[in-house]
């Protein structure tokens, strides 16, 4: 099993008074958030861009989004939403998380049939098959490995075999779909 990213996804809620915006080529590409612990940067999700010039620094937000972990320690931030005070708190239901897998027939000759069946047994059984859809996909350009996986957090695996399968699950769709207290 080969894994080819280096990043951990958890979900963040932070709370502070804005202090700016970050522009790249005249365009809004994060904020600047005053928190308890001090100042951060926060990249924003480009469906928040266009409503951002309604906002005034000094403004109390709550920014909702992903914290991404990198192995050299490197924390970025992504906001998925962001609250002023006189919004009401709103519960999101999770964006539908993907799971592909190649169905090219080497795939499938390496065990890619049964790796579809595992995913699907051990998404329903953690009770996450609402969440987590499995696709098949084309050619993911890495046959003789195969069968080739995607998570949806964009991470990698060949030559898995089926009994990894409730392991990946739990490392990539349980704890990522489940907030962060």
């Given at each position: 099993?080969?894994?080819l990213?280096?990043k951990?996804?958890?979900?963040f809620?932070?709370?502070g008074s804005?202090?700016?915006?970050?522009f790249?080529?005249?365009?809004?590409k994060?904020?600047?958030?005053?928190?308890?612990g001090?100042?951060?940067y926060?990249k924003l999700a480009k469906h928040?861009?266009?409503?951002?010039?309604?906002?005034?620094?000094g403004?109390q937000?709550?920014?909702i989004?992903?914290?991404?972990?990198y192995l050299?320690?490197e924390?970025?931030?992504?906001?998925l939403q962001l609250?002023?005070e006189?919004?009401?708190?709103?519960?999101?239901s999770?964006p539908?998380?993907?799971i592909?897998?190649?169905?090219?027939?080497d795939?499938?000759k390496?065990?890619?049939k049964?790796i579809?069946q595992v995913i699907?047994?051990?998404?329903?059984?953690r009770?996450?098959s609402?969440q987590?859809?499995?696709?098949?996909?084309g050619?993911?350009?890495n046959c003789k490995?195969?069968?080739?996986l995607?998570?949806?957090d964009?991470?990698r695996?060949?030559r898995i075999?089926?009994?990894?399968?409730?392991?990946?699950i739990?490392k990539?769709?349980?704890?990522s779909?489940?907030p962060?207290?």
């Amino acid at each position: 099993m080969s894994k080819l990213n280096k990043k951990q996804v958890t979900n963040f809620a932070i709370d502070g008074s804005l202090i700016a915006f970050v522009f790249k080529d005249t365009q809004i590409k994060g904020l600047r958030l005053q928190t308890h612990g001090g100042e951060c940067y926060i990249k924003l999700a480009k469906h928040l861009r266009a409503n951002c010039d309604l906002l005034l620094p000094g403004i109390q937000l709550q920014v909702i989004g992903e914290k991404q972990l990198y192995l050299t320690g490197e924390v970025k931030l992504k906001a998925l939403q962001l609250l002023t005070e006189t919004q009401e708190i709103k519960i999101v239901s999770p964006p539908v998380s993907t799971i592909l897998v190649c169905q090219k027939s080497d795939c499938l000759k390496r065990g890619g049939k049964e790796i579809c069946q595992v995913i699907a047994a051990t998404l329903s059984d953690r009770a996450l098959s609402e969440q987590v859809k499995i696709k098949g996909t084309g050619c993911m350009k890495n046959c003789k490995a195969g069968p080739n996986l995607v998570m949806p957090d964009k991470t990698r695996y060949s030559r898995i075999k089926a009994s990894q399968i409730p392991g990946l699950i739990d490392k990539h769709c349980a704890s990522s779909l489940q907030p962060t207290p």
